[in-house]
Nanobody, 121 residues
Framework: QVQLVESGGGLVQAGGYLRLSCAAS????????MGWYRQAPGKQRELVAV???????NYADSVKGRCTISRDNAKNTVYLDMNTLKPEDTAVYYC???????????????WGQGTQVTVSS
């Protein structure tokens, strides 16, 4: 079993800052990537940012320059620092882990339960 525990969501005014955290634990062998996705009401889930095991990063165009993803490999924890938040950033943010499992072929994907981010104008 793999658990992803997210924290850091909340209500913030436009222009504000939030830091999301996601700690992974359980039966996985090697992390391929960790990332954040979000889903606003009536919209599809979309990538926000992802960081690989080698710490290469990729960001959605909508958050480039405002968000920074980082990772503590020793703690299997990923962070998302979000600056200059906008009302359109309002969504449920989901942590994603892609990892291999000892003795098994292939890569497995896991999701956190989601944390609400609400940005007021």
């Amino acid at each position: 079993q793999v658990q992803l525990v997210e924290s850091g969501g909340g209500l913030v005014q436009a222009g504000g800052y939030l830091r999301l955290s996601c700690a992974a634990s359980g039966r996985f062998f090697s992390v391929t990537s960790m990332g954040w996705y979000r889903q606003a009401p009536g919209k599809q889930r979309e990538l926000v940012a992802v960081i690989t095991g080698g710490k290469a990063t990729n960001y959605a165009d909508s958050v480039k320059g405002r968000c920074t993803i980082s990772r503590d490999n020793a703690k299997n924890t990923v962070y998302l620092d979000m600056n200059t938040l906008k009302p359109e950033d309002t969504a449920v943010y989901y942590c994603n882990l892609r990892a291999t499992r000892l003795g098994r072929v292939g890569e497995y994907g896991y999701w956190g339960q989601g944390t609400q981010v609400t940005v007021s104008s």
